[in-house]
């Protein structure tokens, strides 16, 4: 993968103009257009890869196009983009071409389709049912957050849901979140809910030193902020001195902060994962309420 696809990549696989335009000079972007490493997809936003080639493919072998490559035809940002185009088929039937695509087996209601993709709830249905986690909430709360849909639809949709993997597509129905501001946010947070003891909400605003400011992931229980550190596109002083600001004030206020990069995330899971399940377990709850209800005593 060349530099500029990797950055899109990071950007979810799908992103505007302007998001690419702070990573990318002009010039970089109009070569990696021109070389075919990104696509247009519609005015002012881009997509990693042959966009269309899901579409013809589909066209061709009489599929619907699915999972994350139905995602990115929504504009929604997912985790990894699928190396290639993933259709869905009907049970039992036989394809030409299965080294040109990844095939998932499924029935579709005359209402799940919209043109060649699958709907947008489906869409997350499908990819709960048949992706890993992390994977499946990055779309899920992609979707919320491009308010496709809402949180009273994805409710709406636990209620209905039945059959194989039912637990698996409750489980990221109802911890979706459109507060998660990119899929290395929405991994980072997928991971945690594997932590037994572990309530990491995103986006919870907190008062420090006499100032509001917003985490990206914090467990008020357990006094814990986890940062999902993107400095690699950051990297303006006055962004580092913020943050520094940040972390300094509410280790000083007594909140356990902890920060991953990006890298770590997306390739070192079992290590944040224990990273986590270590913090999660250093806290005595006991000591911790009792010194919180004497503060309120006094």
């Known amino acids: ?18 998001e690419l335009l702070a990573v990318l000079t002009r010039n970089e972007l109009r070569r990696a257009i021109d070389d075919g490493q990104i696509e247009r997809a519609r005015r002012g936003r881009y997509i990693l890869g042959p966009g269309d080639a899901a579409i013809r493919l589909a066209h061709e072998l009489s599929a619907t196009v699915g999972l994350r490559s139905a995602a990115l035809a929504h504009g929604w940002k997912v985790r990894t983009t699928p190396s290639r185009p993933e259709l869905i088929v009907p049970p039992g039937r036989k394809v030409a071409g299965e080294k040109r ?41 992609s979707a919320l957050r491009s308010r496709t849909l809402r949180a009273s639809d994805f409710l709406a949709a636990a209620a209905m849901v039945r059959g194989a ?13 459109g507060k998660a501001a990119n899929p290395f946010e929405s991994t980072l947070r997928a991971i945690g809910l594997g932590v037994p003891g572990l309530d990491l909400r995103p986006q919870v605003p907190l008062r420090v030193a006499g100032k509001r400011v917003v985490p990206d992931l914090v467990d008020e229980t357990l006094r814990l902020v986890v940062e999902a550190d993107s400095h690699e596109f950051h990297t303006e002083r006055d962004q580092l001195d913020s943050d520094c600001w ?11 902060v902890f920060r991953f990069s990006w890298p770590q995330v997306m390739h070192r899971q079992a290590w944040v994962t224990s990273v986590l399940t270590r913090a999660a377990g250093a806290v005595d709850l006991r ?3 009792a010194a919180m209800d004497a503060a309120r005593r006094a």
Not at 1 to 18: P, S, Y
Not at 165 to 177: C, D, E, F, I, K
Not at 246 to 256: A, H, I, K, M
């Open 1 to 18: 993968m060349t530099e500029v696809a990797d950055r899109l990549a990071r950007l979810g696989g799908v992103a505007t103009r302007q």
């Open 246 to 256: 940040r972390y300094d004030e509410l280790t000083l206020g007594g909140w356990r």
């Open 287 to 289: 000591t911790y309420k």
């Open 165 to 177: 993997g039912r637990t698996r597509v409750l489980r990221v129905l109802l911890n979706a979140s």
């Open 101 to 141: 695509a990844t095939f998932r087996r499924s029935k579709l209601a005359e209402g799940d389709r919209e043109g060649p993709f699958t709907t947008p709830m489906r869409t997350v249905i499908d990819c709960a049912r048949a992706l890993p986690l992390t994977e499946a909430l990055s779309v899920a709360d």
